[in-house]
């Protein structure tokens, strides 16, 4: 086996760290990809609640003024 340079092992070591830093930046714009898609079903969620919490409070008051009057 024959003794790599430090010439090579320079040459080796700056394209893996560019790889590297390729990959972590893709990794990067995925993870802000994904956090952008569970803001976005959070406020689905939470748009939803209130409606639904709203239209319960609606017919229950409907039907106590209803029986009550």
Known sequence: MARTTVTELDKRLSSHEAA???RWKENYRRLD???Q???SINKSIRNS????ITVF????????QQSLF
């Open 20 to 22: 590297c830093e390729q």
């Open 37 to 39: 898609g569970i803001v």
């Open 49 to 52: 609640l209130i409606f639904t």
């Open 57 to 64: 409070l609606s017919a229950t008051a409907y039907l106590v």
């Open 33 to 35: 990809a994904i956090e």
